[in-house]
């Protein structure tokens, strides 16, 4: 007999350089995976918290940059999220709340490198773990840093078998690229 995890895949964007807007959206889908798929499992996109800057320059020419993309690329950067930081307490909040273990694509940012990051969040034990994209593609090499082999988490983690109640132990793991 199969064993059965309630997962959602959440197919959204984020509320451009608005964290605020973008958290309370990823509480309002988590809530919804919750109520109308009894999900146990939301993986949110590449991304998501921070904006994919699709079509963004930030003023880049090879050996120039541009007033206005240097005022672009301020307003990525304060969009982007430290870990941990008073965000990953709210995604935790949420995980915790719903009982839903998520996945969340996040612009991270530490010193003054941004990185296109993957959150791992549990409802009981909080954030544990995360994953940094190892190569960005193309011009995304412009604004994120290259992860490295020490952010690629296997986690092992137990759900509840959605028919028979019975507990499910899952290997997790992420990839990121479009």
């Given at each position: 007999m199969p064993q059965i995890v309630r997962c959602s895949v959440v197919q959204t964007c984020t509320a451009a350089y608005?964290?605020?807007?973008?958290l309370d959206k990823l509480e309002r889908l988590t809530r919804l995976a919750k109520e109308r798929?009894?999900?146990?499992l939301a993986v949110f996109p590449?991304?998501?918290?921070?904006?994919?800057?699709?079509?963004?320059?930030?003023?880049t020419v090879i050996g120039a940059r541009s007033r206005e993309g240097r005022?672009?690329?301020?307003?990525?950067?304060?969009?982007?999220?430290?870990i941990p930081s008073t965000v990953i307490s709210r995604i935790e909040a949420v995980s915790r709340e719903t009982g839903v273990f998520l996945v969340v694509g996040v612009i991270e940012k530490e010193?003054?490198?941004?990185?296109c990051t993957i959150?791992?969040?549990?409802?009981?034990?909080?954030?544990?773990?995360k994953h940094r994209k190892l190569m960005p593609t193309a011009a995304e090499r412009l604004i994120w840093g290259f992860g490295d082999g020490t952010t690629i988490p296997v986690l092992q983690?137990?759900?509840?078998?959605?028919?028979?109640?019975?507990?499910?132990?899952a290997k997790l793991s992420a990839t990121i690229c479009w």
């Open positions: 608005s964290l605020s807007d973008t798929d009894n999900s146990q590449e991304a998501f918290i921070g904006g994919y800057p699709a079509k963004s320059t930030f003023g005022d672009e690329f301020q307003r990525y950067h304060s969009s982007a999220i430290e010193g003054g490198t941004c990185y959150v791992f969040v549990h409802p009981r034990k909080g954030y544990v773990g983690e137990s759900f509840v078998d959605g028919t028979t109640q019975n507990e499910i132990i």
